[in-house]
């Protein structure tokens, strides 16, 4: 009897391609391979594993959908291709002289004091570190703990999975964007209350999807029916709308003095249980030394630095100039 031969890691990209992409012809633009190359790794890998992996269609923007058996087959093979890339990498920067690499994950979003304190560090037991840092967008970070893509993240407020393990190193109060009015002017902070008759400023759902939700639960838990809602991608855009239409803008505090002008003013959030909260996410079943120690010694930098605030501040009137 013939042995069919193992599928490789270039079959896997294949495969987790088409599942993204829903087209073979996408995902052969992703990949850089024809249609029929597309379709010949994909049968290939569905002679080895026995099952069908996806279902044709006529549908002409979806023509592929993933079956059950390709769901579960797939979310198998991410981490190998996570762990093939990691390999080679390291295998790299052995050979240019780096003893060590950890991958960290952040977002555009990431404060910049944070990005600049991973680029220069350093940890006594693990001399010559190559840290490596990959941008993703914050929903997707955490999967990419999850597959092993990555070794760490810097998320924001992440969902509970019983499959990552956080460690918070900053809580602050959100920071809303207001329009230059005499009506904040002695007030040292706001809530949801004060704002339920403005526009209301918010991240796309698609970019954080745990914090959007946050927000509009707790609007509909307090009885606050928001009349209308921007959405927006940068705190820059946040600013012209709350310039232009009388909105409130619910930012990071980075984020809002970065953006903002004499033509807007800041107050703090003060809304019980609604912070941003800056964690760092391993997996559960980590036993690498290496990201332990590098989780610490970041932790002790960002304590160096007057950076480390695990606890939201009381009162949250002084948000704005401490973070």
């Known amino acids: 009897m013939r042995r069919r031969s193992s599928p490789g890691v270039d079959d896997f990209r294949v495969i987790v391609a088409v599942a993204e992409e829903r087209s073979f012809h996408r995902a052969g633009k992703k990949v850089g391979l024809s249609e029929s190359g597309v379709s010949?790794?994909?049968?290939?890998?569905?002679?080895?594993?026995?099952?069908?992996?996806?279902?044709?269609?006529?549908?002409?923007?979806?023509?592929?959908?993933t079956t059950e058996p390709g769901s579960r087959y797939i979310e198998r093979i991410?981490?190998?291709?996570?762990?093939?890339?990691?390999?080679?990498?390291?295998?790299?920067?052995?050979?240019?002289?780096?003893?060590?690499?950890?991958?960290?994950?952040?977002?555009?979003?990431?404060?910049e004091r944070l990005i600049a304190i991973f680029h220069s560090m350093q940890t006594p037991l693990f001399?010559?570190?190559?840290?490596?840092?990959?941008?993703?967008?914050?929903?997707?970070?955490?999967?990419?703990?999850?597959?092993?893509?990555?070794?760490?993240?810097?998320?924001?407020?992440?969902?509970?999975?019983?499959?990552?393990?956080?460690?918070?190193v900053r809580c602050v109060p959100f920071i809303v964007m207001l329009p230059q009015e005499q009506r904040w002017t002695d007030k040292q902070a706001v809530t949801l209350a004060d704002l339920a008759f403005m526009p209301w400023v918010l991240f796309e759902r698609q970019i954080h999807?745990?914090?959007?939700?946050?927000?509009?639960?707790r609007a509909r838990q307090r009885g606050i029916r928001v009349k209308r809602h921007f959405h927006i991608s940068n705190a820059v855009e946040a600013r012209e709308l709350v310039r232009m239409f009388?909105?409130?803008?619910?930012?990071?505090?980075?984020?809002?003095?970065?953006?903002?002008?004499?033509?807007?003013?800041?107050r703090p959030l003060d809304e019980k249980g609604i912070f941003l909260k800056t964690q760092l996410v391993v997996r559960s079943d980590n036993?690498?030394?290496?990201?332990?120690?590098?989780?610490r010694s970041f932790i002790k930098r960002l304590t160096h630095d007057g950076l480390y605030q695990p606890e939201v501040p009381h009162p949250v009137t002084g948000a704005v100039r401490a973070a």
Not at 86 to 110: C, D, K
Not at 129 to 158: I, M
Not at 287 to 295: A, G, I, P, R, Y
């Open 127 to 168: 001399p010559k570190l190559k840290v490596e840092l990959v941008t993703k967008q914050p929903a997707e970070l955490p999967a990419c703990v999850r597959t092993g893509a990555l070794d760490l993240a810097v998320v924001s407020n992440s969902p509970e999975d019983r499959d990552l393990n956080p460690t918070t």
């Open 287 to 295: 036993t690498s030394t290496l990201v332990d120690e590098f989780v």
């Open 209 to 217: 999807p745990h914090l959007y939700d946050m927000f509009v639960n």
């Open 78 to 111: 991410r981490p190998a291709i996570a762990h093939s890339e990691s390999a080679a990498s390291v295998a790299r920067e052995t050979q240019n002289g780096f003893l060590h690499h950890i991958s960290v994950g952040r977002s555009v979003y990431t404060d």
């Open 246 to 266: 009388g909105g409130a803008a619910f930012l990071s505090p980075h984020g809002a003095e970065h953006a903002a002008t004499n033509e807007v003013m800041l």
């Open 40 to 65: 010949r790794a994909v049968s290939r890998v569905e002679r080895y594993v026995g099952a069908r992996i996806f279902e044709r269609s006529h549908n002409r923007y979806h023509p592929v959908s």
